[in-house]
């Protein structure tokens, strides 16, 4: 790019400067700092002839340009040749300098390109300076601002000229009147402290090792007495603060002995400020910069002022903090830095102040000393050390606390404890079970998003930095490991600490790594010198349960089964390569699921697979009773917790299944039995699967003691009609009937088939009739609890349906079947039939599917009854509101499917046209009903019952289908009906109808018959919104059945049957709509 092209280029660019829109200049100047990227000098060449030429450009421009010019020098500082360098001074300091008063914008950003420039050419900078700093005349506010600046960008460079800036300001600090002109003083003298601290600090790297602090002390303490005396009393807050700011990096460079003089007066003075001052960053760092010149310089006077500063000090800290602002936080940090120096001073009479404030029950002033602690045991760790024991037994009041704000500082402060050897001391265990503790609150008591105040926001951190806090102390602190293992074993168990558990587990699997690759074959637990530690079995059996809700606590399933893969050789020897094996796959299906799409059934079942594997590999029958007898002893621990109990009732039955021991199986059921809360559904039903897992082994023992338990006093508390506690004993005792109709019910699903038939009616089904009813002076008196009669239905259900699964159940004489059946009606009539409130029909109704199937086969009108009340408890339910679709809606459907399984089995008993018929002929007043509801129910079924006959038929011989013209003459009508829905039911069973009448002439079930098709695409016309494409379709509809049928009176022997059909051409859906549609299509009673 050539020099007069990249001139004209800056010149364009410069000339836009002038825009009145602030973007466009912005854009400007960016366009410039581009361009002094590629040709530095000749952009700062181009903007500082722009500058001296246009002396009447305005300020905000000429800032822009020096703003571009101060990016470009900071970025190619090494670049520049000196002419270029001393031109580009002249030019600041001229900007800078041009007017007296303050454009601060603009003076800034030139004395910013001084600074900029002083990086490398400090000399000739500090040349034009000095010349504008001259004795007798108070300089610009801004060269004393750029001398300030230069000090501290470079120090080594401006450090040796500052004893003759010194000497050359002080007379001028007594003619500063201005308090603005005070203040940019204050400000250089704080600067010139700072930059000689450091350089003083750094002699080995200085270009002059032979300055000394002598050079400067007269200078400062001069100038200290003016800010200190006079300055400091001034009724402006700012200068105040920039008198205090300059008076702690000065305090570093007085003579000792005037330090030591001043520090009675001082340190009052700058305390006083707290009062003055809501702002405080300023005066604690102050503080704390002459509290640490006072201990290097070895005052006394700091014993003197030591009360007065810790009461000050503590009273900062404890004031509440409003804002995560920067500046508030620095300020804490400051105040903290001030402890660190009274702490190497005076230790005793620190923690004799700090270490009784803990058992106030002021919250802010515990949470404030609880934040000294914790820093004190950070920052000054050597003065702590003998001070560990006095510090632990101080923590024991914080720990009782409740407050939010003080349970995180407690934490904190426990974190500090870990890294530098507390937790390691008599009463280190406490704090670890503190953290423990916190852990395990309940993460739903936490606001969802972090609150305004600062209680919600320390209540949101809590369990949230203790988990932290574990975690990290576990795996990055090494002298932890000694601590927490196997310390951290005890809290698995205990129920307290549920909440804990995935962080427990974590900090266990890492200790218990890092101690498997210390001694790869050691044991990792010593029972022997760990009493208190939970044994093998206590372990398994709760990582276990709990791993039935894997997504709990962040993740619990997943933590549980790595901590019991880790401790496989604790658990049992052998468990190592099949747990390698075994628990990644488990893991592995807990990854690929989440909890709203993980079926609780199916992880059950394979953690219950994962306990049989065990349980085959461990082979050993006095390990597998007392892994039972653990888990019995947990089982109350897990009431609050009914999903989890259930869960663990399965894991007994199936250990109990795997042990030999006949007497231990019969001693624990009986136990089980005995303690149950028979009350609660879920613990009902956990029992009654433990029996009958447990039954794949042990049938015999399993229904041995539930006969026991059936002729036991337990049993029979309440039969006395006279008892005093009736109603309660009755309420307690019907529960426990429950438990056993559901224990035998589910033993009977799980029993081995071949040894079920021979006892499913004399210790089955008796016993289930006996816990059922009772008798009271020798009447029978049946209960009318509803969970009784659920439990009984739900029980012969399983029973029944076991029989049938089984290879002779198809030829299997049930004697009971029609009393069982009697008792379902019974039950399925007692439901109010316009409404459905509990699953009792519907698992009646499947119970007689499975019964049906059984022989002997019902009497007609036992059969006829069944069908009649089942119809009628369901078609008569009241439909739900549209746009409702709750729980009452699922059951609703799950009956209506139970209702279709139950005819289905019916029909299957008599697959002929008569069989049809009949079940037709019990639908029909509900096909004909004045009720839409009842008649698209009644459709639905018919057309489910027709697709089951046709494809289950088997036609042996070509005949005709007799029954076809009544069929088609009852559904065809209601192809027009009313509802929607009734009308596609209706052509769905004249399909059904057709494709049977088909076989019945030999053609095969899978032949698809083009002219029967027709009607599928008619179906989808009948729910069209349209009223002319309804009633065309509608016409054909008519012409189709019409046309198709025609010769069904010659060939079924029902003349005149289907005459009526003829008129639906003429008549159907005419004049009507979607809504009307008339009911003219009845000629007759079908």
């Known amino acids: 790019m050539s020099e007069s092209y990249m001139k004209r280029l800056s010149t364009i660019l410069l000339d836009a400067i002038t825009d009145k829109d602030p973007l466009v200049q912005e854009q400007v100047c960016g366009a410039l700092c581009t361009l002094g990227e590629s040709q530095p000098e000749e952009a700062l060449s181009a903007c500082e002839e722009y500058l001296r030429l246009h002396e009447k450009l305005a300020h905000p421009c000429r800032t822009m340009i020096l703003r571009a010019m101060e990016t470009v020098v900071s970025s190619h500082i090494r670049e520049l040749d000196k002419d270029m360098a001393r031109a580009i001074i002249l030019l600041a300091s001229s900007e800078m300098t041009k007017v007296k008063e303050l454009v601060c914008d603009w003076q800034q950003a030139a004395s910013k390109v001084l600074v900029a420039v002083g990086e490398r050419f400090i000399g000739s900078v500090m040349e034009e300076m000095l010349s504008k700093f001259q004795p007798g005349?108070?300089?610009?506010?801004?060269?004393?601002?750029?001398?300030?600046?230069?000090?501290?960008?470079?120090v080594f460079g401006v450090v040796p000229f500052l004893p003759s800036v010194l000497s050359t300001m002080l007379p001028m600090l007594g003619a500063a009147k201005h308090d603005s002109t005070r203040a940019v003083f204050c400000c250089a003298l704080q600067r010139f402290s700072e930059?000689?601290?450091e350089y003083l600090a750094n002699l080995d790297q200085a270009p002059d090792p032979t300055v000394r602090k002598d050079a400067f002390a007269t200078d400062i303490f001069s100038a200290y007495d003016i800010l200190f005396h006079h300055w400091l009393q001034s009724r402006e807050a700012k200068l105040r603060l920039a008198v205090v700011e300059?008076?702690?990096?000065?305090?570093?460079?007085?003579?000792?002995?005037?330090?030591?003089?001043?520090?009675?007066?001082?340190?009052?003075?700058?305390?006083?400020?707290?009062?003055?001052?809501?702002?405080?960053?300023?005066?604690?760092?102050?503080?704390?910069?002459?509290?640490?010149?006072?201990?290097?310089?070895?005052?006394?006077?700091?014993?003197?002022?030591?009360?007065?500063?810790l009461a000050a000090l503590h009273a900062q800290i404890c004031v509440p903090v409003e804002s995560s602002s920067p500046l508030v936080m620095n300020s804490q940090k400051e105040v903290l830095r001030c402890f660190t120096v009274l702490a190497c001073c005076s230790p005793d009479r620190l923690l004799a102040f700090l270490l009784p404030k803990l058992d106030t029950s002021n919250e802010r002033t515990r949470v404030g000393t609880l934040h000294v602690v914790?820093?004190?045991?950070?920052?000054?760790a050597a003065q702590m050390e003998v001070k560990k024991p006095f510090i632990l037994s101080s923590m024991k009041l914080p720990l009782l606390d409740t407050n939010s704000k003080v349970k995180r500082a407690v934490v904190q402060v426990i974190s500090a404890m870990a890294h530098h050897g507390y937790l390691e001391q008599p009463g280190g265990e406490a704090m670890v079970e503190y953290i423990v503790q916190q852990c395990a609150l309940p993460a739903e008591a936490e606001p969802q998003r972090p609150a305004a105040d600062s209680e919600a926001l320390a209540a949101d951190g809590v369990r949230a930095v203790s988990i932290s806090t574990l975690y990290l102390v576990s795996t990055t602190v090494d002298r932890m490991g000694d601590v927490l293992w196997p310390y951290l074993l005890e809290f698995l168990v205990p129920v307290r600490f549920t909440g804990a558990l995935t962080p427990l587990c974590r900090s266990l699997v890492h200790l218990a790594q890092k101690r498997q690759e210390a001694g790869a074959h050691a044991p990792l637990i010593q029972y022997s010198s760990n009493a208190a530690l939970p044994?093998?079995?206590?372990?398994?059996?709760?990582?276990?349960?709990?791993?039935?809700?894997?997504?709990?606590?962040?993740?619990?399933?997943?933590?549980?089964?790595?901590?019991?893969?880790?401790?496989?050789?604790?658990?049992?020897?052998?468990?190592?390569?099949?747990?390698?094996?075994?628990?990644?796959?488990?893991?592995?299906?807990?990854?690929?699921y989440t909890e709203e799409t993980l079926s609780q059934k199916d992880w059950e079942e394979k953690l219950l697979?994962?306990?049989?594997?065990?349980?085959?590999?461990?082979?050993?029958?006095?390990?597998?009773?007392?892994?039972?007898?653990?888990?019995?002893?947990?089982?109350?621990?897990?009431?609050?917790?009914?999903?989890?109990?259930?869960?663990?009732?399965?894991?007994?039955?199936?250990?109990?299944?795997?042990?030999?021991?006949?007497?231990?199986?019969?001693?624990?059921?009986?136990?089980?039995?005995?303690?149950?809360?028979?009350?609660?559904?879920?613990e009902r039903e956990g029992l009654a699967c433990c029996f009958g897992i447990c039954a794949v082994s042990h049938l015999d023992s399993t229904l041995a003691q539930l006969e026991d338990f059936v002729k036991s006093d337990a049993f029979r508390k309440s039969a006395g009609i006279f008892s005093i506690f009736k109603d309660r004993s009755e309420n307690e005792v019907e529960k426990v009937r429950s438990t056993l109709l559901l224990c035998f019910g589910h033993v009977a699903a799980q029993a081995p088939r071949e040894q079920l038939l021979a006892r499913v009616e004399s210790d089955v089904f008796r016993n289930m009739s006996q816990c059922f009813s009772t008798k009271v002076l020798g009447i029978k008196v049946e209960t009318k609890d509803p969970a009784l009669r659920l439990s009984l239905v739900q029980s012969v259900c399983l029973a029944s349906q076991a029989v049938c699964s089984s290879t002779q159940g198809g030829a299997f004489h049930l004697s009971r079947k029609p009393e069982l059946v009697a008792q379902m009606v019974e039950f399925i009539k007692a439901e109010p039939p316009d409404s459905l409130r509990t699953p009792i029909r519907k698992q009646a109704m499947l119970a007689c599917t499975h019964l049906v199937a059984l022989e002997p086969a019902l009497e007609e009108q036992v059969q006829a009854d069944l069908i009649h009340s089942c119809l009628l408890s369901v078609m008569a339910v009241l439909p739900a509101p549209e746009g409702e679709d709750g729980p009452q809606e699922s059951l609703y459907l799950d009956t209506v499917q139970a209702l279709k399984d139950l005819l289905m089995s019916l029909l299957q008993r008599d697959m002929t046209p008569q069989g049809l018929q009949l079940m037709v002929e019990h639908l029909r007043p509900w096909i004909t009903s004045p009720r839409g509801h009842e008649r698209a129910r009644a459709l639905g079924l018919s057309a489910c019952l027709l697709q089951y006959f046709l494809e289950h038929l088997h036609v042996r011989a070509l005949v005709p289908f007799h029954n076809l013209g009544l069929l088609v003459g009852l559904f065809s009508p209601r192809c027009a009906d009313l509802w929607p829905a009734s009308r596609q039911e209706a052509v769905s069973c004249v399909y059904s109808l057709l494709y049977v009448q088909l076989c019945y002439e030999g053609f095969s079930r899978d032949y698809r018959d083009a002219v029967a098709e027709q009607l599928l695409t008619l179906?989808?016309?009948?729910?069209?919104?349209?009223?002319?494409?309804?009633?065309?379709?509608?016409?054909?509809?008519?012409?189709?059945?019409?046309?198709?049928?025609?010769?069904?009176?010659?060939?079924?022997?029902?003349?005149?049957?289907l005459t009526v059909l003829?008129?639906?051409?003429?008549?159907?859906?005419?004049?009507?709509t979607r809504h009307h549609l008339p009911l003219t299509l009845y000629s007759r009673e079908f």
């Open 137 to 154: 005349v108070l300089p610009h506010h801004f060269v004393v601002q750029t001398l300030a600046s230069l000090s501290v960008s470079n």
């Open 195 to 197: 930059s000689t601290v």
């Open 246 to 309: 300059a008076l702690g990096p000065m305090s570093h460079l007085l003579p000792r002995e005037k330090l030591e003089e001043q520090l009675p007066k001082l340190l009052p003075g700058v305390l006083g400020l707290y009062r003055k001052h809501a702002e405080t960053f300023a005066v604690s760092k102050s503080l704390g910069q002459i509290l640490e010149a006072a201990a290097s310089a070895g005052s006394r006077a700091l014993d003197v002022q030591l009360d007065a500063l």
């Open 374 to 380: 914790r820093h004190l045991i950070n920052s000054a």
């Open 535 to 592: 044994s093998p079995y206590a372990i398994t059996a709760r990582l276990l349960a709990v791993s039935s809700r894997p997504y709990l606590g962040d993740g619990r399933g997943a933590a549980s089964l790595r901590l019991l893969s880790v401790l496989h050789r604790d658990v049992h020897p052998r468990l190592g390569p099949r747990w390698a094996s075994t628990v990644p796959l488990l893991l592995e299906h807990l990854d690929e």
């Open 609 to 682: 697979m994962f306990l049989r594997d065990t349980l085959a590999v461990v082979s050993d029958d006095t390990w597998t009773c007392q892994l039972s007898l653990e888990m019995c002893k947990q089982l109350p621990d897990y009431n609050g917790t009914p999903l989890e109990k259930n869960f663990l009732y399965k894991c007994i039955g199936t250990t109990l299944g795997a042990a030999s021991s006949k007497e231990v199986v019969r001693k624990h059921l009986q136990e089980l039995l005995e303690t149950a809360r028979h009350q609660e559904e879920r």
């Open 1019 to 1057: 179906r989808d016309g009948l729910v069209h919104p349209d009223p002319a494409i309804l009633f065309h379709t509608c016409h054909s509809l008519a012409q189709f059945i019409c046309f198709n049928f025609c010769d069904v009176e010659a060939r079924t022997g029902v003349p005149g049957e």
């Open 1062 to 1072: 003829w008129s639906l051409s003429g008549q159907a859906v005419q004049g009507g």
